[in-house]
Structures are given as structure tokens and as C-alpha cells.
């Protein structure tokens, strides 16, 4: 009996690794647009992507950041886009139509992030909420309506980059508020978009050293958060609060893996493969607990997660 239930889950792992490693065949004739290339994932996949033979429309923040990515490659080409302005984004949908003309757009990558004042909800005002917002999911909104008819065209496939923060909730601020959107958003892509044929995609990563997570950025915010605080909220938290919950924002930053590229093939893969995975989740820390904790109860999450934390001034005893 145990013989037979180990053959099962072999045969059925073999299907599995077989499948996933079915890719498309004329990758060099696609067309792939991703946002967010100044920097980290999205400007490592776009030259992942050029190697491969594909054609990169990579879209970055500053001008200096396209001009870098231009001189990677003769074959990849570049445009300056900010993701929270609607007539760069309406500008960048038109240059890449007059690019990709009749083949339409294969990919759409929505990279581009921010991560900004990773501290209480309490400690912030609306003004801090709308920056991560703006960017992290109504930029990827923006983008994807846009761009959504070159998508259709090529019956292709679209890739929002989320997190394991979008799953599970472990630090305030709206970063996790704008990866929870993007989850949402995507699902219901994937489901309006079924009948044309185009395949959405979610990456989920751990903790990675991009830019999002420089420490001297983040420990500036913080400190300018905790400054302005008023009274009685900064007197019920206290300062012990504070450093402890600075220590371990610390903690929480330099344990981030440098390995982008464990992001980037993830992306790749649901560009490539002819049956892409509706989500993926790399990063140890993603997999072994912010994944599996999203999935208990809520009553054991949030006591794993409120164990965890700094205890508040005029919290309970």
C-alpha cells in the first residue's frame, strides 16, 4: 500500500517537473514590457530576458536609468515612465504600440515598487499611505489598462509583482495594504481575461535586497515618523517601543537575500513556460513561514505575529 502511494506522488511529481519545464518556442519573436528598470528585479530581468533572445521594451524612472539599460544591449530598448503620472503611462503605451505594431505585446512585467515608512499604522498620516499606493497598485492598474490591448493582440501574459506581505499583513503601513491590492487585481485579470486566452501571473517574494529595502532609507522614514508624532499616541507607545521595533526592522532588512535572480527566474518562467504558474513565492523566508502562517487561523496568526513584537507603554501587563 505504501509502495504504491509513493509510485503516485513520484508519477505525480515527474508530471509535475515534466510540465513546468515545457517553454515556448520563438521567444525571439516576443515582445515583453516591464516597468521599473532603474534598479533591482526589473532591471536584472530585462537583461535576463535580452540574453534570451526576447525582445525588452524595459521602462525605468530616470533618464540616467534608461540611458544605463540602452547601453546593455543594441537589441533593448528603453523609455523614461512614471508609473503614478497617467500621461506617461498613456505616452508609453503609445510608443510601445508603434514598436510592436501588428505582433502585440507578449509580456507585461508590472515591477515597479516602493516600499515607504515600514512603521505602525498609527504613527502615519493619509499623505504616507498614498505615495505606496499610487505606485505599488494603482501604477500597476494604470499600466495594465493601457497596455491591455497590445496584451489581447498577442493573447500574452501579464506578471504583477506582489509579495509575501500581500498575503499575510506583518507590518503596518501601505505597503501591505498595496500588495494585498495587487493579489486582488490580478485575480480578477486572470478571470476576466480567461476567454482571450491571456494568462496572469503573481510573484510573491520574500524579503530580497533591492532597493525598496535599504536600510539608511528605511530607518530615515522611521526616525521622521516617530519625530512628528504627537502626543498621547507617541506617549502610549513609548520609546522603548521604538528602539526595539527599530532593532528589528534592522533585523528584518539585513536578513534579506541578495539572490535576485531567484525572483527574476520566477518571472522568466511565467513569461516562457507554455504553462505558467498562477503564483509564485520565492524566497525561504516566504515559503517556510509568511506563506504557511497566511493559511492558519487567524487566532494562531496573530498570536504568532503579536508574540513577536515590541510590547507598547501603555500596553496590558
Given at each position: 500500500?505504501?509502495?504504491?502511494?509513493?509510485?503516485?506522488?513520484?508519477?505525480?511529481?515527474?508530471?509535475?517537473?515534466?510540465?513546468?519545464?515545457?517553454?515556448?518556442?520563438?521567444?525571439?519573436?516576443?515582445?515583453?514590457?516591464?516597468?521599473?528598470?532603474?534598479?533591482?528585479?526589473?532591471?536584472?530581468?530585462?537583461?535576463?530576458?535580452?540574453?534570451?533572445?526576447?525582445?525588452?521594451?524595459?521602462?525605468?524612472?530616470?533618464?540616467?536609468?534608461?540611458?544605463?539599460?540602452?547601453?546593455?544591449?543594441?537589441?533593448?530598448?528603453?523609455?523614461?515612465?512614471?508609473?503614478?503620472?497617467?500621461?506617461?503611462?498613456?505616452?508609453?503605451?503609445?510608443?510601445?504600440?508603434?514598436?510592436?505594431?501588428?505582433?502585440?505585446?507578449?509580456?507585461?512585467?508590472?515591477?515597479?515598487?516602493?516600499g515607504n515608512a515600514l512603521a505602525p499604522n498609527a504613527w502615519q498620516r493619509k499623505a504616507d499611505f498614498e505615495k505606496v499606493l499610487n505606485i505599488n497598485?494603482?501604477?500597476?492598474?494604470?499600466?495594465?489598462?493601457?497596455?491591455?490591448?497590445?496584451?489581447?493582440?498577442?493573447?500574452?501574459?501579464?506578471?504583477?509583482?506582489?509579495?509575501?506581505?500581500?498575503?499575510?499583513?506583518?507590518?503596518?503601513?501601505?505597503?501591505?495594504?498595496?500588495?494585498?491590492?495587487?493579489?486582488?487585481?490580478?485575480?480578477?485579470?486572470?478571470?476576466?481575461?480567461?476567454?482571450?486566452?491571456?494568462?496572469?501571473?503573481?510573484?510573491?517574494?520574500?524579503?530580497?535586497?533591492?532597493?525598496?529595502?535599504?536600510?539608511?532609507?528605511?530607518?530615515?522614514?522611521?526616525?521622521?515618523?516617530?519625530?512628528?508624532?504627537?502626543?498621547?499616541?507617541?506617549?502610549?507607545?513609548?520609546?522603548?517601543?521604538?528602539?526595539?521595533?527599530?532593532?528589528?526592522?534592522?533585523?528584518?532588512?539585513?536578513?534579506?537575500?541578495?539572490?535576485?535572480?531567484?525572483?527574476?527566474?520566477?518571472?522568466?518562467?511565467?513569461?516562457?513556460?507554455?504553462?505558467?504558474?498562477?503564483?509564485?513565492?520565492?524566497?525561504?523566508?516566504?515559503?517556510?513561514?509568511?506563506?504557511?502562517?497566511?493559511?492558519?487561523?487567524?487566532?494562531?496568526?496573530?498570536?504568532?505575529?503579536?508574540?513577536?513584537?515590541?510590547?507598547?507603554?501603555?500596553?496590558?501587563?
Amino acid at each position: 500500500m505504501w509502495l504504491l502511494l509513493l509510485a503516485l506522488v513520484g508519477l505525480l511529481l515527474l508530471y509535475r517537473w515534466y510540465r513546468q519545464n515545457q517553454i515556448l518556442e520563438n521567444l525571439s519573436d516576443k515582445f515583453v514590457f516591464i516597468t521599473g528598470c532603474d534598479t533591482g528585479f526589473g532591471n536584472l530581468l530585462a537583461k535576463q530576458l535580452d540574453k534570451r533572445g526576447m525582445k525588452v521594451l524595459a521602462a525605468c524612472l530616470t533618464k540616467q536609468g534608461a540611458e544605463n539599460l540602452r547601453k546593455e544591449s543594441s537589441r533593448l530598448q528603453s523609455i523614461v515612465l512614471d508609473v503614478t503620472d497617467s500621461q506617461s503611462v498613456s505616452s508609453a503605451a503609445k510608443w510601445a504600440t508603434r514598436i510592436v505594431g501588428d505582433e502585440g505585446l507578449w509580456g507585461l512585467v508590472n515591477n515597479a515598487g516602493f516600499g515607504n515608512a515600514l512603521a505602525p499604522n498609527a504613527w502615519q498620516r493619509k499623505a504616507d499611505f498614498e505615495k505606496v499606493l499610487n505606485i505599488n497598485l494603482l501604477g500597476a492598474f494604470d499600466v495594465t489598462v493601457n497596455f491591455l490591448p497590445l496584451i489581447i493582440k498577442a493573447r500574452g501574459r501579464i506578471v504583477n509583482v506582489s509579495s509575501c506581505a500581500g498575503r499575510l499583513s506583518f507590518i503596518g503601513g501601505g505597503y501591505c495594504p498595496s500588495k494585498f491590492g495587487v493579489e486582488a487585481l490580478s485575480d480578477s485579470l486572470r478571470r476576466e481575461l480567461y476567454h482571450f486566452g491571456v494568462k496572469v501571473s503573481v510573484i510573491e517574494p520574500g524579503a530580497f535586497q533591492t532597493q525598496i529595502s535599504v536600510k539608511e532609507h528605511h530607518l530615515k522614514n522611521l526616525d521622521r515618523l516617530w519625530s512628528n508624532l504627537s502626543s498621547p499616541i507617541k506617549d502610549y507607545f513609548g520609546e522603548q517601543y521604538y528602539q526595539k521595533y527599530t532593532k528589528g526592522l534592522i533585523y528584518l532588512l539585513e536578513k534579506s537575500s541578495p539572490k535576485l535572480y531567484y525572483v527574476t527566474d520566477c518571472m522568466e518562467h511565467a513569461l516562457t513556460a507554455t504553462h505558467p504558474w498562477t503564483r509564485y513565492s520565492p524566497g525561504l523566508d516566504g515559503k517556510l513561514y509568511y506563506i504557511p502562517v497566511s493559511y492558519l487561523p487567524t487566532v494562531l496568526s496573530d498570536y504568532l505575529l503579536c508574540r513577536s513584537s515590541p510590547k507598547p507603554a501603555y500596553g496590558l501587563k
